[in-house]
């Protein structure tokens, strides 16, 4: 295995909140020992001189959509590997959302198998919460945990029958399952394409109230005060949906939140003349509501970044606003986007590495996340400061579906390593 000294970095450390300058020893792809005095080269290391630029934890991307099995010409394990490369994610965790639905075993094990074989990343499987997503009856959670299954989610398909979705985590809490939950008032958000509100009447665009979100997670709350059950919520978007989570965090709950980066860095008026590629699940929301999601992510009420990664093809979003397709590709941005929230002085890096790859390590068991002796080798060297334009056919992404094209970005990814070993290293002239 590869011995490595980085020497001359800034180190971000989520776990501390520090940043400082030192060095950092990989042996047999775990982090050995850091500093920040002068160090000695050991046996056979290879030096990576960093050059001042920032050395953080690898990120770790709770809900990822690959496309395999079922539209592999959306996206495959190679080709969102090579993204998630590109972009610092270390670990991607996959949604259950394929065609056919991760609902057995057997599928778990294909899915398994094909990341390990195509993805350079860790890939971990979440499995889905009940059988084809459609809410009816409850998957085999103890035979999927052990295929492999990290987390149970039927994503954006909210579980109505709210009997069904107590028995489902009822069993859960029993196995010790994390279950991901998309807090929206399905009836209330059926059909809708935007946030109701001044635009979205100006628009014409079928919209929804903030409050499905509330009335979502209240629900959801009261289930996981009933049941016990370990639960996360894949995206807090609103205001309105905030006092509910700090109460349930209040009251002792096993409930931890997360947000996606488009909900963190765009609004609703991005939308302007119903540019489809801002379109997202749930909307994006007014000004307001992603400015009181920012401080929720500052404070540590929600927990997780994620990329919310959904990759579409042209025809799905060449299409009027209303039946174009929903979500974007974001694995290659997440870290770009993330450093806006950084320059513009809302969010420091040992914050949003607390919410990229620390949290997310932490609430599905991981040892990565961290960047202290004994952790695993998972790393990104960084420049927050370096300007580009995006041009999304330069994505390594099959689909190109980014709200981000043609955008000013700042912040460019120079190399990634899982377990000591380089998967990704930025050329100079790219």
Not at 45 to 73: F, M, Q, S, W
Request: net charge negative; aromatic share 6%; hydrophobic share 40%.
């Amino acid at each position: 295995m590869t011995a490595l000294l980085f020497e001359n970095a800034r180190l971000i450390d989520p776990e501390a909140g520090t940043v400082t300058t030192g060095w950092l020893h990989v042996r047999d792809g775990v982090i050995a020992a850091t500093g920040t005095g002068p160090t000695e080269l050991g046996q056979g290391e290879t030096v990576i001189d960093c050059n001042g630029k920032y050395l953080a934890p690898g990120i770790v991307d709770i809900g990822v959509k690959v496309c395999e099995p079922g539209e592999r010409h959306k996206e495959s394990y190679r080709s969102a590997g090579l993204a998630a490369a590109a972009g610092g994610v270390t670990t991607m965790v996959t949604r259950p959302d394929t065609t056919p639905a991760t609902d057995t075993p057997e599928t778990l094990e294909f899915v398994r198998r094909r990341a390990n074989e195509a993805a350079p990343v860790n890939v971990l499987p979440m499995a889905a919460l009940t059988k084809g997503r459609e809410g009816r009856e409850m998957t085999e959670i103890g035979f999927l945990m052990d295929a492999g299954a990290v987390a149970f989610t039927d994503c954006d398909h909210v579980v109505r029958d709210t009997k069904v979705f107590a028995r489902a985590l009822t069993y859960a809490r029993s196995c010790g399952a994390l279950v991901i939950a998309h807090p929206q008032e399905p009836g209330l958000s059926a059909g809708a394409a935007a946030t109701s509100g001044k635009f979205a009447s100006l628009r014409g665009l079928p919209a929804v109230s903030p409050m499905a979100e509330r009335m979502g997670l209240d629900r959801d709350v009261a289930l996981i005060e009933m049941t016990g059950a370990r639960y996360h919520a894949d995206q807090i978007t609103t205001a309105r949906a905030l006092p509910a989570l700090e109460r349930a965090k209040k009251n002792g709950f096993d409930i931890t939140a997360g947000v996606s980066i488009h909900h963190l860095t765009l609004n609703e008026l991005d939308v302007a003349d119903y540019r489809t590629f801002f379109k997202v699940k749930p909307p994006l929301r007014s000004e307001d509501d992603r400015m009181a999601v920012v401080e929720a992510v500052g404070s540590g009420l929600i927990d997780i970044i994620s990329s919310m990664h959904t990759p579409q093809d042209e025809e799905s979003k060449r299409l009027p606003f209303e039946e174009a397709a929903s979500g974007a590709v974001a694995l290659e941005t997440l870290l770009p986007a993330a450093m806006r929230l950084y320059h513009a002085g809302q969010l420091d890096l040992p914050q949003l590495f607390r919410a990229m790859a620390l949290n997310p390590a932490k609430r599905l068991g991981l040892p990565s996340g961290r960047i202290t002796a004994g952790a695993p080798a998972d790393l990104v060297l960084f420049d927050p400061d370096v300007p580009f334009i995006l041009d999304r056919s330069t994505l390594l992404s099959k689909s190109k579906n980014t709200p981000f094209d043609g955008q000013r970005m700042q912040g460019r990814v120079l190399a990634t390593y899982v377990a000591g070993q380089s998967v990704y290293e930025r050329s100079s002239h790219a």
